[in-house]
């Protein structure tokens, strides 16, 4: 049965070549905006290098502090990420993960840093680090190695570059031992990374420079060196344990660390997909509202546009198809085909004609995607088409060729016998 729809299927397409390659062009575009917006979504959320462990790894990003009076109310207050004296005296010391690493906190709306080489003006995302994170964090490294312990305790000027800086600055990925100029401070190359995706944001970075060279490490002032907390926990079983420790940690803390302060709130976070993109509405747009709220929306106004015009457009031009085809859906009726074997054959058709559309659509999204890529046109993300996209895409594809398909297919097959074979004759 199958068989005879895909051959009366292709007869249709080559003898309908304008149809048919109207009908592919109202496919392909959408379905190509499909594919991509998907590629995009589906991205936000990945787990690749070098965030591979990074389902085991909870977070402290912020604290909150108040003036708690008397009565119980409060007054005044900030919230603001922890500083780095504070996680190095109650984050560092918890035993309880397996690795921990405390990161500058630098939002890419402070602007970015300038160096200078050989004349040549460059900027750059800078992220200070101790050395666990390259324990926690499966960076994949082009030439070279990433700092150790030893050179973070004893302040070593060394760093770590990604792969965009280093053909930048010296042309090559192979500048190990080189140096650069940063802050009038002369630091030597000891690797070279591949480029890390900047809706990586707590790892995204050109230049990966020691903690313990920055200026103010040193400094326990509420407002210095504002960093965030990478907890790597052995199993996802513990992270309850190591709240736990830490919420302990958290009723002795020094007053030198609350300023006017005395009341102090935090807890580790688990990432989940909005959690990723409310950080990046707020580091890219500094966007405080409510994020479900609006990913929601966007979400809704590109199944709109993406799905629902489409699929109103593609309506339009089944309805002439199957139209055109009336005389024949009269013929098959006369010889008993029933309007469940006419509406599954039409939609059989809508769906291989949709599918065809959609894999020039996928090719032409990884040709896309490539020299995207490739020129950096989105500054510093790197979409892919991964199994997930890939499923999805495919999904949409087929919802959008039933919705397309479905209401022509059901109207035309239930046109009388007479008014189809009348429809031939007046033709």
Known sequence: MFKNYLKITWKVLKRKKVYTFVTLAGIIIPVTFIVLITSFLTHINNYNSP???????????????????????????????????????????????????????????????????????????????????????????????????????????????????????????????????????????????????????????????????????????????????????????????????????????????MGNFNWLEASFKQENYLYRVEELLFSFFKYFGDTKKLFYMVLGALFFFFILLPAINLININTNRVYERLSEIGVRKTFGATIGKLVQQFLFENIIILFLGGVLSILISLIIIYFTNKSDILSGIYLSINIKALFISLLLIFLLSILSGLLPSIVMARSKIIKSLSHSESN
């Open 51 to 257: 965030k591979s462990e990074f389902r085991n790894v909870i977070y402290l990003d912020d604290m909150k502090m108040r003036i708690k009076k008397e009565d119980g109310s409060f007054a005044g207050g900030n919230n603001n990420p922890p500083t780095y004296a504070f996680l190095n005296e109650y984050v560092k010391t918890l035993k309880s993960p397996k690795h921990i690493s405390i990161i500058s906190y630098d939002p890419f709306y402070n602007g970015l840093e300038i160096i200078y080489l050989n004349n040549k003006r460059n900027e750059v995302n800078i992220k200070y680090s101790d050395a666990e994170l390259w324990k926690i964090a499966d960076f994949n490294f082009i030439q070279g190695r990433p700092f150790n312990k030893s050179e973070f305790d004893s302040g070593a000027r060394i760093v770590v570059i990604d792969e965009k800086t280093s053909l930048a600055l010296f042309g090559t990925t192979k500048c190990v031992s080189k140096t650069l100029d940063i802050k009038n401070q002369n630091y030597k190359v000891v690797g070279v990374v591949e480029n890390v995706d900047v809706t990586m944001l707590r790892l995204a970075a050109n230049i990966y420079i020691p903690y313990s060279c920055r200026g103010s490490y040193h400094s326990k002032h509420i407002y210095a060196n504002f960093s965030k907390a990478l907890v790597y926990a052995e199993n996802k079983e513990d992270f309850n344990q190591i709240e736990e420790e830490f919420q302990q940690k958290l009723k002795n803390v020094s007053s030198q660390y």
